[in-house]
């Protein structure tokens, strides 16, 4: 059946970056779109980008010039990397598997990232 | 960007009732709209897609409908397991926007 799960530092300073590690199972990234979504207490749910099927890459331009999506197929791993982060990106980030056209119908549960020093 | 605007933020309604909950998009969004259920501690869950189409296993007493800029997600007789979050989600342009959410509780 179709996981996803996300592994994140838990705790991350300010201006540093943050490392999230979602890993996949039961479908093939090379066949679908992977989202990245956040919730935080100030903005609420976000969506951050994706990365497509064939491995390029959309970008929220909110976070665009901070943001960076990746992913090893072999590992059925996808990587979510913010630079200079801010004590309001606290929150719950999410992979997701949808687009395009496809709605985000899988979830991991999410991983809670807190930026504190 | 397209603004999602739900209402009512918060809702109060007994077991057995018609609910219904609003979403209105900035601009035209093509019917690319998704409902989502999140309880708490958990993740969003999708109940709706593109309008009014029913997600695998979720129970028919929920619905959606709507086109232009005007969306809504109705649950036709609200029960217990239904309490949590409703968020509306655009998927019509980038970036994805999503509604602020509906609080749902039993009175």
């Known amino acids: 059946q179709v996981q996803l799960k996300e592994t994140g530092p838990g705790l991350v300073q300010p201006t540093q970056t943050l490392s999230i590690t979602c890993t996949i199972s039961?479908?093939?990234?090379?066949?679908?779109?992977m989202q990245w979504v956040r919730q935080t207490p100030g903005k609420g749910l976000e969506w951050m980008g994706f990365i497509r099927s064939g491995g390029s890459t959309e970008y929220n331009s909110e976070f665009k010039s901070r943001l960076s999506i990746s992913r090893d197929t072999s590992k059925n791993q996808v990587f979510l990397k913010m630079n200079s982060l801010k004590t309001e990106d606290t929150g719950v980030y999410y992979c997701?598997?949808?687009?395009?056209?496809?709605?985000?119908?899988?979830w991991g549960q999410g991983t809670l990232v807190t930026v504190s020093s | 960007d397209i603004q999602m605007t739900q209402s009512p933020s918060f809702l109060s309604a007994s077991v057995g009732e018609r609910v219904t909950l609003s979403c209105k998009a900035s601009?035209?969004?093509?019917?690319?709209l998704d409902w989502y259920q999140q309880k708490l501690g958990e993740a969003p869950k999708l109940l709706i897609y593109n309008t009014n189409n029913l997600h695998t296993g979720i129970p028919s007493r929920f619905s959606g409908s709507g086109s232009g800029t005007d969306y809504t997600l109705t649950i036709s007789s609200l029960q217990p397991e239904d309490v949590a979050t409703y968020f509306c989600l655009q998927r019509n342009s980038w970036p994805f926007t999503f509604g602020s959410g509906t609080k749902l509780e039993i009175k």
């Open positions: 039961g479908f093939s990234l090379t066949s679908y779109y």
């Open positions: 997701a598997r949808g687009g395009p056209g496809i709605p985000f119908a899988y």
């Open positions: 601009q035209n969004i093509n019917k690319y």
